[in-house]
């Protein structure tokens, strides 16, 4: 089939689909950019529902301190379980988004007549996943302090650890179900909104591993989030940096990430071929 983009298929075999332009890039990070920039719902939206978990979550801490000393100390572990999630939501929605918003303008065959590479696009995707997170998790991490006198930043060094971690298996989730909506279509749009909350039951966001049945343990087990999770109480509670348990997480990211990447650049080769660049959209 002649290809429907005028992209030469030369371009994704070739050495120099792996020598990548930071103008390209960065082109298409400041698109995005002026996006958000210049639509305060956007901007809104980043924010707003980080801040109700927060509050939601906050205010349960508030009660818990009044009760038992057990219940106290978990008050603090609460919100900031509350806040590492959101940047696991935040990247994996923030990549979504800015991918669905080239669907539905139908922008994607006009990106891909230029020189854009396939993997110079993900990487811009990431980069906004990574904005998208620091305007999303901010504020509602001034609140925290504000609000409960509780700092994430109390992780210490751990933190950089969990927020990368939990920042590569957004972008994991992100690649797949943007992969899956490439092969399948916008009616597979919906698995860019529940995809990561599926992993909440088994992430061990709010509880301890133990606290789950012994078979989904194993589950839980071959996901990063949920050694991030259990570092996090680690911390928290006892004071010590768990490195086996972020070395896992670390293992198991590159993992799924190059699985993801996989599964991406071949669902992106056969939209190409399918003509799907040019028919995507509402």
């Known amino acids: 089939m002649q290809n429907p983009t005028n992209l030469p298929d030369q371009a994704i075999s070739s050495p120099g689909f792996l020598g990548g332009s930071p103008r390209r890039i960065m ?8 996006l958000i920039r210049q639509s305060w719902p956007r901007m809104l939206e980043l924010c707003y529902w980080p801040t109700v978990q927060l509050l939601v979550w906050g205010f349960m801490s508030q009660f818990l301190r009044g009760q038992t000393s057990l219940l106290a100390g978990a008050a603090g572990v609460l919100i900031s379980a509350v806040l590492l999630w959101e940047v696991l939501v935040r990247t994996q929605i923030g990549m979504s988004i800015t991918f669905l918003e080239e669907l539905w303008s139908r922008n994607l065959g006009n990106l891909f007549v230029s020189p854009l590479r396939p993997w110079e696009w993900v990487v811009s995707l990431v980069v906004m996943g990574f904005i998208r997170v620091i305007l999303g998790v901010l504020p509602p991490s001034i609140l925290a302090v504000i609000f409960f006198d509780i700092s994430i930043l109390d992780l210490g060094l751990p933190l950089a650890a969990f927020f990368a971690n939990l920042m590569m298996l957004g972008v994991a989730v992100g ?8 092969r399948h279509g916008l009616g597979a749009e919906s698995l860019c909104w529940m995809a990561v909350f599926v992993l909440a039951p088994f992430s061990a966001v709010y509880y301890p591993v133990s606290a789950l049945p012994p078979a989904v343990q194993y589950v839980a087990l ?11 109480r680690a911390v928290l509670y006892q004071g010590t940096v768990e490195w086996r348990m972020l070395g896992l997480a670390v293992i198991l990211n590159l993992f799924y ?24 959209g509402e």
Do not use: C, D, K
Not at 175 to 182: A, D, E, K, N, V
């Open 222 to 232: 071959a996901l990063p989030s949920t050694h991030v999770f259990e570092g996090m």
């Open 257 to 280: 990430l190059g699985l993801a990447s996989l599964y991406f650049l071949r669902a992106f080769r056969n939209a190409r071929q399918r003509g799907a660049l040019l028919q995507a």
């Open 175 to 182: 690649l797949l179900t943007s992969g899956m909506i490439l």
């Open 27 to 34: 082109g298409m990070v400041m698109r995005n950019w002026f």
